[in-house]
Each structure stands twice: as C-alpha cells, then as structure tokens.
C-alpha cells in the first residue's frame, strides 16, 4: 500500500470538514491491519429495551477514499436517510487539495450526478444479465442460494412460509429485489417505498481499496441487506441477505411501516492469512437481530451472473443465538475485531456478546475466522461480574492490543451496560487460561456502549479512555444524567483511589458556542485516572472516538435539547478534544476560532484554550480524521433527523436542500 493512500479496511467516517491544528506525533489506530496498539440508565432492567423501537441516537459515519487529502484527488462518500421515510442513499462528493467538500461528484450518468439509490432503483430486478441485481442468502441447510423464491437456485419452502407463503412469499421477494409493481397505490398492499434502497443508519460506511485498484463500499442497510457497491461509479456489484433475517422481512413491506433494524450493526474488512491471504468482511446484525455472518471479499472481479455469485460461495459462514456455543449472543451491537491468538496463530474473530441475551450476561467471544467454530467465551460473571435475564448486561466494542508487536492480540478492553470495564488477558499459550478482570465500575453504574481508546500511560502502564452513555430506548431521550468521560489507568497503584476531575464550561462567543475544561494536573501519586463530567444529559454514543497529537477526540451528544423550531432537529453535538493524560484543555489552541486563517493564543477565550466546539443539532456521527498537511480535516456526517411525514402542506419536504441538513465547518490552520 502506497504510504499515501487510506490503511485498506479503515472504518468509514460528512458534515464537511471542520480543519484544525494538527501536529505529527503521537497517533492510534485500531484493528485488524492498522495496528492492534500501533495504539489501534444504569441496566437494560430498567429500559425497556426493544431494538426495533431504538430511536436514531447516532448515524453513520461517512468514508474517505485516502487519509490524506492533499491530492485534490480524493473522495468523500456518505451515507443519507430521512427519518420518518426511511429512503436511504450514498453520494459520493469529489475533494480539493484542500480538503474542502466539492459540489461535484465522480459518480455521473449522462453528465448528472448520481447516487447508490438511483442506480439501484434503474437496475433490473428480475434477470440474470450481468447488468441485473446479484443477491445472496443461505436456504435452511446452510447452501447458498440466490435471494429469489423459485428457480434452480432458491431459498426453500419454509424460509418462503417465513415470508408469507408461495403467492405472498413470492410478492415479498421481488418487492425486496427491488419490484415496485405492488406498492401502494398500486397492485397489492405493500408499502410504498421513496427508493428501493433503506437507509444505512448506524452500520458503518466502509471503504475499501484492493492491490489494483478496484475500490468498494460495504454498507449494511435496514433494507435487509448488506450491500456492496463499486466506490468508482455507485453502482451494486451484489448484495446479501442473512439467513437469520427471514422471519422479520415481512416488516418491510407492511404500511404504515415501522422502521426496523436490519443489517445495521458493525462491520470490519481485513486482509487476514488463512491458508492464503483473503480479504475477510465480518459483520453485525445490531438491532436487527442476534446475529453475525463472515464473507469472502478477496475477489474484487465484479460476478458475471447471479448464479456465477451463487457459485463463488462468498459467504463463509452465520452465527446466530441458535449456533451451537452462542447461547449467550445478544443483539450484536458489538463490532467484531479481526486479531490473532498467542496460543496457536490462529486468525479469529473477537466481538463483545452485545445485548439482551437469554442469559443477560456480559461475554467475550472469540472465533476462528476461517471455519466460525467457537473457540472460547469469557464470561465476565465468572469474575464478578452482573447481568442476569431479569436484568440484563452485555458486552459493548471491544479493542484489542498487541503489546508486544508481534502481530497477536495480548489483551481486550471493553464496556458493559452495567457500567464495568473489562480487561481480558489473552497473552497465555492456552485459551483455557485466559482470564477477564474489572478495572473499574463507573459512577453509578453508567453504561459503555462505545469501544474504548486505550493508550500509553505516561509513568506505565495504559490509559483506557471512554465515555458513558446510551441511546438505545426511547427513555433515555429524556434522561438527564450526568456522564462522565474517563482516562482510567490501567496499572495505577492499589493505594490511588481518587480522581483528577475536570469541569466543562460553556461560552458564547459572538455567533459561536465553546468549550473550555478546566487544566487540573494530574496527581499520578494518588490518582486512579482522570474524570470530565458532561453537561446533564450529554452522553458518548457510536463508534470512533480516536487518539491523535495527545488527544482524546469524540462527538458527545445530548438528544434531551429540545429542537428550537419545527425546521431544526432536537438535540445537541459538540466536538470535543481534550489531552488524553489529563481530561484538560489542549495544551495550545487547536481551533481557529477568530477565523483569521491561522491558529493561535488569538482563538483563546481570556487566555483559556478552546476544547470543543457546537456542531449543531439533530444527530452527528463521531469523527473522521484526514491528513491535509498541516491542517488536521475532521469530517462528520450530520442529520436533522426531523420525521419527513407526512409531507408539508405545499407538497415539498421539510427542511431545506431537499429535506437535509448539513453544517460545514471551515477552519484553517498553518
């Protein structure tokens, strides 16, 4: 890989950029690929927890083709819904050298720009041609098969009884393939659709680039499909339909609908060696179900037919709470993490158990990835541990580390809903050996639903930093507690018991709303870590909070804002950096503030460096770092997430720019 292209597989993360002071130095990835540490209310009990009733809480994080921007060649890709219609697209838009967002786009037909969703609405859903829809499932036996309701290659009778029977399971079937001939007005009662495409919500966008050239998009989608697209031009090269999927399918088409999750839950792509090197994409269900799946991407040669798909068998194997040794997978919000073991080499899949399952209990599982057998669970209530079917836990992202450099996972830090963190060695020569410990419990229980960050310690030692929070019911959109933001010290003295806390103060600043932290030192003699409480009800939800230049990067949101007009999203997001050794402000400006072109002590605020900045209101993904020289590019996709229907009285959308809402932040730095 060109030292200028984006690390192959790295997690897509548009608003537009937000620019800011960036040095070189210290910086983290994690996973598979980057760098495993190439530093890579209280229970659901109480809840009410129906992942089908999730509200938004977090969106999708859009992808760039290249870490660095500097080539005016680059491309931003990003993921759009609207809430209430619940249509979903990707639009690709062009980057300058600059890492401004272009209103030009690669992706064109006839000289207009496009999107997925258009293109996927003009493909032929029924044919077999090269230029038809490619879709692929498993039928009961494990086969694969096309995603059609007859013809020699199938699901079978009682996946069809699943989906409503021989007439109906069929009408089901080309609606899902993209037949619009039912929908209402239309033929039968199906719902009428914006698009064939759903929204890809909180899976994440993820960008990949292949020794030659070729580029893909892998996007889960609540459309029941995992989906992957050609990066070069939108179009579908195939898409894929979990078998675990079947029984709740027919949501889809009922009207009104009730949006549903689907394929909405993590994903990660990695080269890994087996045998031979393949290019692995491991995949979550999320709300949409207890499930994990693992396809074959290694060939980036698009299929001639669907049955040529059929044949190349690129779905290697599915996991769901019915497999056997996963009785205690819950809804696998979880992102799955590629790594390899100390004990024997081999490439496995680790992945939190997620939440609500049977047990209710917190595990860790790990997988060979090759074969998708269980290797061995960790359960964390073997070692004090909470969780139980009448109050549930589960097991959030975990990160792994390889501390020694040797290309093995030697630990595992992760959240729970009940609010503990976890350490898990992995370092033994025997899996029956490792072993789970709980570094801490946060204040008063608060649940992690993020992966946490982990990095050196100045003294020994690591730094696990993370932030509290969830948005999982529709209870917590009302729910003001106060969460926290912690740097735990993993390593710290028995005898150091308290905290190095830091206060968040808010200040208007002419048109713009700031941050600044308070600048305690720590005391590492006596303290067990740094702790910055958030404003009531503010929280750390989604995925990618990352570490770069010494700081502590993430998107905190507060949905218990109320929206300030009928036009403007409820909710709060700020974008907050604070030293990762301390919960303090920067050190030195990282905002230009004075918007004067430069960074300096003239974007301080009465001397007191600025840590975070308003993005605005609705929902935000975390944050998307690029490299633009000296200019660090912060990237985010922002959402009203206002409900689209019905439609305003005039017969337009609510909203400008179509209906959508972005908010671009320029910022340069020298």
Partial sequence: MHPSETPRGLPAVLS?????????????????????????????????FVPADQP??????????????????????????????????????????????????????????????????????SGTASTSRKILTRNTSGTQVAFRASGTSAIDAS???????????????????????????????????????????????????????????????????????????????????????????????????????????????ADVMLTSQKTLLVGALGGGGKGLFMLDVTSSTPPASEAALVTAGPIKWEISSASSGFSNLGYTYATPKFGRLNSSGTAVVIVGNGYMSSSGKATLFIINADTGALIREIDTSASGGTGSAASPNGLSTPTLVDANADGKVDYAYAGDLDGNLWKFDLTSASTASYTATKLMTTDNARAITTAPVVAPHPLSGRLVLFGTGSTLSVDDFDDLTVHYVYGAWDGAPVANTTWNDQDVTTVVSGTQQLRTTTTFAADWGADQGWRLELPPGERVVGE??????????????????????????????????????????????VFDISGNGSVGVEDNLSGAVVAGKLLGAGVSSQAVLADGSATGLTYFNQQSDIDYSPPVASGGEVGVSGGHFDVDFYAMST
């Fill in 159 to 269: 996946q069809l009884t699943l989906l409503g029977g021989a007439t109906n399971g069929t009408i089901l079937v080309n609606f899902l393939r993209g037949d619009r001939n039912n929908e209402l007005p239309n033929g039968t009662d199906l719902r009428a659709r914006v698009s064939v495409q759903g929204d890809t919500l909180h899976a994440p966008l993820t960008y990949w680039k292949y020794a030659n050239g070729d580029q893909r998009l892998f996007a889960g989608g609540n459309d029941g499909m995992l989906h992957v697209f050609n990066a070069a031009d939108g179009s579908e090269v195939f898409a894929y339909v979990p078998s675990m999927l079947m029984a709740t399918l027919p949501k889809l088409a009922v009207s009104p609908y009730v949006h549903t999750p689907y394929v909405d839950g993590g994903i990660t792509v």
């Fill in 544 to 589: 990618g909070q990352f570490l770069s230049d010494s700081r502590f990067h993430f998107v905190a949101t507060n949905p218990t804002v109320a929206a300030a007009s009928d036009l403007v999203g409820a909710g709060e997001n700020w974008l907050m950096e604070v030293d990762y050794r301390t919960g303090a402000s920067p050190g030195s400006p």
């Fill in 16 to 48: 537009l950029p937000f620019r800011h002071a960036r040095k070189r130095g210290l910086g983290f990835s994690l996973g598979w690929g980057l760098g495993l540490l190439a530093l890579g209310a209280n229970s659901f009990a109480a809840i009410a």
């Fill in 56 to 125: 938004t809480g977090w969106v999708s994080r859009p992808a760039v083709s290249s870490s660095k921007v500097t080539s005016g060649s680059q491309v931003i890709f990003r993921p759009d819904y609207k809430n209430g219609l619940w249509n979903g697209t990707i639009r690709a838009f062009n980057l300058s050298a600059t890492g401004a967002v272009l209103p030009t786009s690669p992706w064109t037909t006839g000289g207009v720009i496009t999107d997925t969703a258009t293109q996927l609405g003009a493909m032929d859903w």
